[in-house]
């Protein structure tokens, strides 16, 4: 069994290439669902919306995104909308509670909160 881990968590880092593009396609899927305003109408993407689309399983998304960059996916979708949230407020002349309801919250309070608690 311990073969099996060290041979698991090697894939990660032999594979660097291959783990570099699909973390780029991530970041392009991501940036789509926000700019398409996806958000709008579904919510946040979840979890389980990033490797639906990219053919893995939650568990390897989680753990290649936790090897390239240090956080899971979960982590990385808030990053992402916090990223979005600034280029928002800085770019436009929308609210606060605009953009909440542009990045999928229903209400203005559960993103104040997203980002306080990130």
């Known amino acids: 069994m311990s073969y099996a881990k060290r041979f ?8 660097q290439v291959v783990n570099t593009e699909l973390l780029q396609q991530m970041e392009e899927l991501l940036n789509q669902y926000f ?4 958000a709008v ?19 390897y998304l989680s753990d290649m995104l936790r090897s390239l960059t240090g956080l899971n996916a979960q ?8 990223e979005k949230s600034k280029e928002l407020l800085s770019t436009t002349s929308l609210t606060v509670n605009e953009v ?3 990045l999928g919250f229903q209400y203005p309070q559960s993103f104040s909160r997203s980002l306080i608690e990130n």
């Not at 700019?35 to 996806?38: I, L, P, R």
């Open 41 to 59: 109408e579904s919510g946040m993407p979840t979890v389980q919306y990033l490797p639906d689309q990219l053919n893995y399983t939650p568990n």
């Open 8 to 15: 698991y968590k090697r894939q990660f880092l032999t594979r």
């Open 35 to 38: 700019d398409d305003k996806k």
């Open 75 to 82: 982590q990385h979708i808030h990053q992402r909308m916090i």
């Open 100 to 102: 909440a309801y542009q």
